[in-house]
């Protein structure tokens, strides 16, 4: 089944406290990215990347690291959580197709807490 | 990037067509309109794409006029199911970057 996972699909954790989140996907999609959401913020682009070894920064991108390493995973890396990054996280993907990236497929999403 | 307005929300009862309407007055010669819904605690779907005049598929239509200053997402004889939230996003593909807005919820009522 083509999809887009996430890990976890929840997590709390204290301030300061390093944390992954994973995604991967199997449709062997180029564009990748992430979005936060938060109430009556809707979503919010973090970090995206146009395939392997290549980020950019979207409209938040403070407090985030990416990296894209291989083209089906696209890690989110909080290096020192603060509480106002409690919220949901969605990581999606999406084809290229010359040069322009279509409908994008979404995970189920990550909540999480900072404390 | 073009940022767009939106409606907070809208009310609809089962079978009636819904239309929710998008402002993107400083939309660019590259920009595409496109719309996702989203049910709570779930990411975002797909539901269409256009770049001007009509654009039809099997879930939804989508006008857009001439200026391309809004667009208007039609959604045929709706039912409980499309009780969610519609995003217009504005952006250029070749740029890769997002706004997605607020949304409007829509509810619809039996």
């Known amino acids: 089944e083509a999809q887009v996972t996430q890990n976890p699909r929840y997590l709390i954790t204290v301030t300061g406290k390093k944390l992954t989140v994973t995604c991967s996907q199997n449709m062997n999609h180029e564009y990748m990215s992430w979005y936060r959401q938060d109430p009556g913020l809707g979503l919010r682009q973090i970090y995206y990347s146009m395939n392997v070894e290549v980020t950019d920064k979207g409209d938040v991108p403070e407090g985030y690291k990416v990296s894209r390493k291989e083209k089906r995973n696209f890690p989110l890396i909080l290096e020192s959580p603060s509480p106002n990054q409690t919220s949901l996280y969605f990581c999606?993907?999406?084809?290229?197709?010359?040069?322009?990236?279509?409908?994008?497929?979404f995970g189920p999403g990550t909540r999480l807490t900072v404390t | 990037l073009a940022k767009t307005t939106q409606p907070i929300s809208m009310d609809s009862y089962e079978g009636q067509e819904v239309n929710i309407t998008c402002s993107h007055n400083n939309i660019a010669t590259n920009d595409y309109i496109t719309w996702y819904q989203q049910f709570p605690s779930q990411g975002p779907r797909f539901i269409i794409q256009?770049?001007?005049t009509k654009v039809t598929n099997e879930v939804a239509s989508l006008f857009i006029p001439a200026d391309r200053k809004s667009s208007t997402l039609s959604l045929p004889r709706v039912s409980l199911s499309d009780t969610a939230v519609y995003y217009c996003l504005v952006g250029e593909n070749n740029f890769n970057k997002f706004y997605f807005g607020s949304g409007t919820k829509l509810n619809v009522k039996p």
């Open positions: 256009g770049y001007k």
């Open positions: 999606a993907s999406s084809p290229i197709v010359l040069a322009k990236t279509y409908e994008q497929y």
